[in-house]
Structures are given as structure tokens and as C-alpha cells.
């Protein structure tokens, strides 16, 4: 049997001889006045959560504070099919790109102009301009067609969530875009037309072939001042004359 005393000494309550636990807390020193709930409580935010947010932030501000690489919006000398601002590449599909944009963007500032020839004060995303159209199969519709290869905002959209090397996302909000710079104009098209599954050929291996007009054709219904389009201008029947003076172009800067 437990003597009822030593239980009580030590925080154990007993009644009539059957011993009954509850709320066991070590006793203090009877000098000391301290009772258990005045002891102090740890705090919710310890030094490690304090370093991890610092880290952080520095890390935010860096990114915040990091010069941009982008080259912005070249002003040309000539409309004529200008070089592109991304470097590398096969001269082929380059040669193609300078290609599309001589019939659909002739423009000493190519990369900002908007359909209908005004252009775009800031590239940090599309433009997203709708214009109305005055002419043409799709008169009186309006179209959002921007930058060196007049991409509207819905494709622009669609591929650079494939092919858009650099993303960038509002902090604290759960939405991200993509610059319309011009050199992320290049990298986009550039990616989408060697992508053999996006069209169903290969394309650089057809141009390399001298199937240019199997090229373009499929291409026309994307642009469709080509050649086999809905739309065509004056510059469409030059196209292939053009697309072999800017193809020696390439070959030879390669060289």
C-alpha cells in the first residue's frame, strides 16, 4: 500500500489507499514562489526562421536589382529583312525567319509594330492591341498581330508556354508572362519552327532539300501572307527570290 503522505510530497493524489495519478508536475523549492504556468513559454519564431527569411528576401532583391540581357527594340536602317538580334542557329531556319517577317513585317523597327503600323512603347509582354481591320477576307474584324512575325496574343500565349527560354512571375501573385523583347521573339519562333512534331515535318530538313514551296505552303495557314494564304501582298511573289539572298547571307556569317 502507498503511504498516502509520500504521494501527496510528491504531486500524487491517493484516495483511500487506491492511488489515483493526475497532473504530475516536478515540485518546486518551497522558497521558490515560481509555479509551473509561470514558466516562460518558447517562442513561436526561433532564430532559424529568422535567417530563412532573410535569406529570402536577399534572395528576392537580388533577382529584383539583376541587370536585364535583353537588347530591347532595335531601330534598323533598312526594312529590308534585317538581321536578327538572336545569334546561333541553323542559317536555314534563320534564313526562313527574316523570310516571314520581310512579307509580314517590313519595318525598320520590326520587332514593335503592331498590324496596322503603329508600334508598341513597351515589350515587356504582348501588346495585346486589337486593331480593326480595313481591308481583306477578315474586314471589320480586329486583329491583335504584333512584332517581327505579327504573332496575335492567343498564339503568342500558346508558344511560349513551349518554347520561351525565360518566364517571369509577379511576386505574390499567381501569374506569370512572357517577354515580348525581341530577342525572345527570335527564340520562340525559332524553337517552334524546328519542332518537327509541331507541323509535321522537318523543316530544316526540307529547306536544306531546296523544298522551300512545301514549306511555305504548310506554313500559310500560321501566316498567311506566304504564298498559299488567305492574304497575300506585294512582296509575296518575291518571297522565294528573297529567301535565297538572305539564305547567303546566313551561310556566309556561319562561315
Known amino acids: 500500500m502507498f503511504n498516502s ?3 501527496q510530497n510528491n504531486g500524487i493524489r491517493s ?4 492511488s489515483l495519478v493526475t497532473d ?9 514562489p515560481q509555479s509551473y504556468m509561470d514558466i516562460p513559454k518558447p517562442k513561436r519564431f526561433n532564430t532559424i526562421g529568422i535567417a530563412i527569411g532573410c535569406m529570402v528576401s536577399l534572395c528576392l532583391l537580388l533577382i529584383l536589382r539583376q541587370p ?20 546561333g542557329g541553323d542559317p536555314y531556319v ?5 523570310m ?14 503592331i498590324y496596322g503600323g503603329s508600334h508598341a512603347q513597351n515589350l515587356d509582354r504582348h501588346p495585346e492591341q486589337c486593331i480593326r481591320i480595313t481591308s481583306g477576307p477578315n474586314i471589320n474584324n480586329c486583329s491583335t498581330a504584333a512584332g517581327r512575325y505579327q504573332m496575335i496574343n492567343t498564339t503568342w500565349a500558346t508558344m511560349s508556354k513551349k518554347y520561351h ?17 525581341s530577342e525572345y521573339q527570335d527564340a520562340v519562333v525559332y524553337a517552334w519552327l524546328s519542332d518537327e512534331q509541331a507541323w509535321r ?13 512545301k514549306v511555305r505552303q504548310r506554313l500559310s495557314s500560321t501566316w498567311t501572307s506566304l504564298g498559299y494564304g488567305i492574304e497575300t501582298n506585294t512582296v509575296t511573289p518575291k518571297l522565294a527570290g528573297i529567301y535565297q539572298q538572305l539564305l547567303q547571307e546566313e551561310l556566309a556569317q556561319k562561315n
Do not use: H, W
Request: charged share 20%; with cysteine.
Open 15 to 18: 484516495n483511500g489507499g487506491a
Open 165 to 181: 527560354p525565360e518566364r517571369t512571375c509577379a511576386l505574390f501573385v499567381f501569374r506569370c508572362g512572357y517577354s515580348f523583347e
Open 201 to 213: 515535318m522537318n523543316i530544316p530538313q526540307l529547306l536544306k532539300a531546296g523544298e522551300l514551296e
Open 100 to 113: 516571314i517577317s520581310a512579307s509580314e513585317a517590313s519595318d525598320r523597327q520590326p520587332y514593335s509594330v
Open 68 to 87: 536585364s540581357r535583353r537588347q530591347g527594340n532595335p531601330i534598323f536602317e533598312t526594312t529590308r529583312s534585317p538581321a536578327l538580334v538572336m545569334t
Open 94 to 98: 534563320r534564313a526562313l525567319m527574316r
Open 24 to 32: 504530475y508536475y516536478p515540485p518546486y523549492p518551497r522558497s521558490s
Open 5 to 7: 503522505k509520500i504521494l
